[in-house]
């Protein structure tokens, strides 16, 4: 089926002139044009291109670098839809922490509740400051279950508490233990909604809150982060390579029982 510039621009909201712009550079091609040049026609495949021209900008993609990720082979296409997915993801987790501080400080003034002159600032983390993202492992780090090593004396969680070297390691050694059980619970045929499992994700769940306090939309979407981030998959991979699934299912149960 063939649609108009005019159906195209309905279905978008991108305004004609801009949507003639894209087919000028060659980011859509018409699938034939009418008496009038300016009646131009695309079909579906130029739709879910001008998908992806959105998403790229959505993202912040550099305009000339565009043109170039739209001719690619549909597999790498693909690839990169998941990582855009994923960009949206971390993005989503950013936003939900800013919506929690606005809503914290608007019950604070209307004396609702006490607000921690910390908790002012949830949500403007600087990235690689103390971020919940684990770097690219080493092989290393990949052997030993790494997660972050603590690389200064002091480290700062999100509710903005500084925290001590002997604080961070103690807080590693919790998720590595949490992580191990996991581990153990599928070698032995444990499933994510079983009583023992979830007094596991339990433990999560608190070691989130010495971070932050998660909702379960937040919760949710930290546990599609740990299967789809490449860095996140590596690391529990190190572990078991069902564990990323296997903690996230758990997770999706915990973000209805105790969180919704």
């Not at 279905?11 to 009038?36: C, H, R």
Request: hydrophobic share 35%; with cysteine.
């Amino acid at each position: 089926m063939a649609y108009t510039m005019a159906d195209v621009s309905g279905m978008s909201g991108i305004s004609l002139n801009e949507l003639g712009q894209y087919v000028k550079s060659g980011w859509l091609t018409p699938a034939f044009v009418g008496k009038d040049t300016n009646d131009i026609y695309v079909e579906q495949p130029e739709l879910l291109k001008l998908q992806q021209i959105l998403f790229c900008k959505e993202l912040g993609v550099e305009q000339e670098e565009i043109g170039s990720m739209l001719q690619e082979d549909p597999r790498d296409i693909i690839h990169m839809m998941q990582q855009q997915r994923i960009q949206l993801l971390e993005k989503t987790l950013h936003l939900h922490g800013l919506i929690q501080t606005l809503d914290k400080t608007i019950s604070h003034l209307q004396g609702e509740q006490e607000l921690e002159v910390y908790d002012l600032y949830q949500g403007f983390v600087k990235k690689g400051h103390h971020s919940m993202l684990p770097e690219s492992p080493t092989n290393e780090s990949v052997a030993t279950h790494g997660w972050h090593r603590a690389e200064s004396e002091s480290a700062m969680s999100y509710d903005g508490e500084i925290k001590t070297k002997e604080d961070y390691l103690d807080s590693q050694e919790k998720i590595d233990r949490i992580n191990r059980d996991l581990q153990q619970a599928i070698e032995d045929g444990l499933r994510p909604e079983s009583p023992e499992v979830q007094q596991i994700i339990g433990r999560h769940l608190e070691w989130i809150k010495d971070y932050y306090t998660p909702t379960a939309e937040i919760y949710r979407d930290l546990g599609n982060l740990y299967v789809e981030h490449q860095n996140f998959r590596q690391m529990y991979d190190g572990y078991h390579p069902k564990l990323a699934e296997f903690l996230r299912d758990g997770m999706m149960i915990k973000a209805e029982q105790d969180l919704a």
